[in-house]
T-cell receptor, first 110, second 115 residues
């Protein structure tokens, strides 16, 4: 079936350490999106990747889209307590219909 | 703030009852999608409305239905509530086909508890 898998489910890091979450799709995706949901909040759009092998950066966040367009990763350098939350990837399975992964919950110890 | 507005914020219903959740999309957006998010899980796609019609549907039973009004606002109806319907219901708006460039804008959600 159509699904997007994410690992790890949880990640606990010390402030200043790096963090990476991985996303894998069962099928080739036309694009992939990443969202962040703070505790008690709602998902907030971070970025979209479209091209095979694409790499995009937002300050300490680096997003990659795999060459086969079936996997993606989000890497945070030198985590801060403000990075706490759950990070979701989402891929389109049908026009404008995005399926979300189960998310990676990041906890940062000060 | 012209973001996505959902009401009510919290709701408690009894098993077997019916519920209606409401959503006003971000100003300028014409597409509304509904998601169900169980505790600790990712959002699950319920359906999407565009031009007052259901355009896409996820793997949810017919107990889940919706509507979109001419002003682009939307309702989600759930009949014959089950305990398993307890979740955060998220409304997401987008500009068709702008989702592919700018992503969804989510509302704060309605927390539904079925007892």
């Amino acid at each position: 079936g159509q699904q997007v898998m994410q690992i790890p489910q949880y990640q606990h890091v010390q402030e200043g350490e790096d963090f990476t979450t991985y996303c894998n799709s069962s099928t080739t995706l036309s694009n992939i999106q990443w969202y962040k949901q703070r505790p008690g909040g709602h998902p907030v759009f971070l970025i979209q990747l479209v091209k095979s092998g694409e790499v995009k950066k937002q300050k300490r966040l680096t997003f990659q889209f795999g060459e086969a367009k079936k996997n993606s990763s989000l890497h945070i350098t030198a985590t801060q307590t403000t990075d706490v939350g759950t990070y979701f990837c989402a891929g389109p399975f049908g026009f404008n219909k995005f399926y979300f992964g189960s998310g990676t919950k990041l906890n940062v110890k000060p | 703030d012209a973001g996505v507005t959902q009401s009510p914020t919290h709701l408690i219903k009894t098993r077997g009852q019916q519920v209606t959740l409401r959503c006003s999309p971000k100003s300028g957006h014409d597409t509304v999608s509904w998601y169900q998010q169980a505790l600790g899980q990712g959002p699950q796609f319920i359906f999407q409305y565009y031009e007052e019609e259901e355009r896409q549907r996820g793997n949810f039973p017919d107990r889940f239905s919706g509507h979109q009004f001419p002003n682009y606002s939307s309702e989600l109806n759930v009949n014959a509530l089950l305990l398993g319907d307890s979740a955060l219901y998220l409304c997401a708006s987008s500009l068709d086909p702008g989702t592919d460039r700018y992503g969804y804008t989510f509302g704060s959600g309605t927390r539904l508890t079925v007892v």
